[in-house]
């Protein structure tokens, strides 16, 4: 037989069959009512689905508990629907509109999984420098405002089937928010896992839910806490910072995972430290996280044209700012979660122009880097920018 040919099992019967119930299906589909006997809604299913992975959800702000003059913690419960579940290290994001800018900004959930069950979800908001969000959240969010969150996402949560048993949690500041609600979690059987969380801070005054912890701690065997401290010589503390031989000092014995939340440049330094551990890639794992690009002396001033379901907006954007920062700063909406380039939420068309990606930021598909597609969220105009977004 030819390599350009092909034979059909089947005979004149089956074509018959297979006319007949094409037909016989046609005219029972064309019989049928226009409207659905039951609403998709109903469905066992979707209401699942829509209760785990809402679009948005609307939460009222229960009360606010003040960390000295360091950070806050914000208890939310829902307005109307129960909250979404979560897994102890995922974060919520919250749209806000601040002036005239629309932004979305992530924060992780401290509470635990439990406490979502039971209608309450807590974050804690940290003052940071020049952080036009964190300031207003702080200066402006008042018990009983409603806001709006998306639904609780992230990757930075502990697996059976990828992580060790036992875990090495390593925080900075208020990245110890992701590792309390996994402390929590463990305490009430929710994950089953070991936590050794190493804390670093600049100083004692400067640990957030010490108390907590050091209960968690003393009662639960599967939960050890080891403060160091940067800045500060104080007994009972680590001094320096987490770095290999920390780690290797208070590491179990045996296989564990390593899990990473804080500010930049406790990335940085754990990029040259972690190595020296020689562990599988796979056992260690970093909240997402933003470097951003250095502050240039004489920044440039560029327009963007953007280009929404047909119609054209120019902006301007600094080449000190991303290019979702500039969108955010004109109101202009756009789907965004991690700001990190890693969700791919804000995922836009580049039709003309040239951005800059900071090193290890560009988490684009293949195919993405290919057809022009960019995450403005990590992007950096280099030059006048036109950018389509729906």
Known sequence: MSKNKFSVNGGFKDAVNTVKFLTERKQFINSAEATLPTRTDDFGVNKVAKSIHPKEQSLV???????????????????????????????????????????????????????????????????????????????????????????????????KLRDAENIVAIAGGSGITPFLSLARAIDEGEEDCSLTLLYGCRTSEEILFKSELDSLSEKNEKIKVVYVLSHSEEEGYEKGFVGADIIKK?????????????????????????????????????????SGKKAEENAEEYNITVIDRGNE??????????????????????????????????????????????????????????????????????????????
């Not at 990335?267 to 996280?289: A, C, D, G, S």
Request: glycine share 8%.
């Open 61 to 159: 702000i229960t009360r606010i508990e003040e960390h000295k003059s360091l950070a806050k913690s914000y208890y939310f419960k829902s307005e109307v629907a129960p909250l979404a579940y979560f897994k102890a290290g995922q974060y919520l994001t919250f749209k806000l509109t601040i002036g005239s800018a629309v932004v979305t900004r992530s924060y992780s959930i401290a509470s635990s999984p439990i406490s979502a069950l039971n209608g309450e979800y807590q974050i804690t908001v940290k003052r940071i420098n020049d952080g036009f969000v964190s300031d207003y959240i702080l200066d402006n969010w008042k018990v009983g405002d409603k806001v709006t969150a998306f639904a609780p996402e992230g990757n930075m949560i502990y697996s």
């Open 250 to 290: 208070y590491a179990p014995e045996g296989n564990y995972s390593i899990f990473v939340c804080g500010p930049g440049g406790l990335y940085k330094f754990l990029e040259t430290e972690l190595p020296k551990l020689n562990k599988e890639k796979k056992y260690i794992r970093f909240e997402v996280f933003s």
């Open 313 to 390: 907006t120019v902006i301007k954007a600094s080449s000190n700012e991303t290019v979702l920062c500039a969108f955010e700063r004109a109101g202009i909406v756009v789907p965004a979660r991690c700001h990190t380039g890693e969700c791919g939420f804000c995922r836009s068309k580049l039709v003309s122009g040239k951005v800059y990606i900071p090193e290890g930021e560009d988490k684009r598909r293949m195919a993405d880097v290919q057809f022009g597609f960019i995450h403005p969220c990590c992007c950096f105009p280099e030059s006048d920018l036109v950018v389509r977004i729906n």
